[in-house]
């Protein structure tokens, strides 16, 4: 699946989830496509990148 990115010279771009995160976390982009219309980066909520430290108390047994 791609993503429509636009980037801050108005160029837009279809790329991958990979390189969409890539784009995201250097701010490569201002905007990309969801499917309810265009998310605004560092406006717009944005999932973080997960993290496989976990942090907080152990519950499982």
Known sequence: MLICV????????QVSPR?????????RIVQFMRSN???TVGFDPIR????DQ???PE???
């Open 19 to 27: 390189k969409l995160q890539k784009l995201i976390e250097k701010r």
């Open 54 to 56: 976990f942090i907080g």
């Open 37 to 39: 219309g265009w998310v």
């Open 6 to 13: 636009r980037h801050s010279s108005g160029k837009l771009e």
């Open 59 to 61: 519950r499982r047994s």
């Open 48 to 51: 973080a990148a997960c993290s």
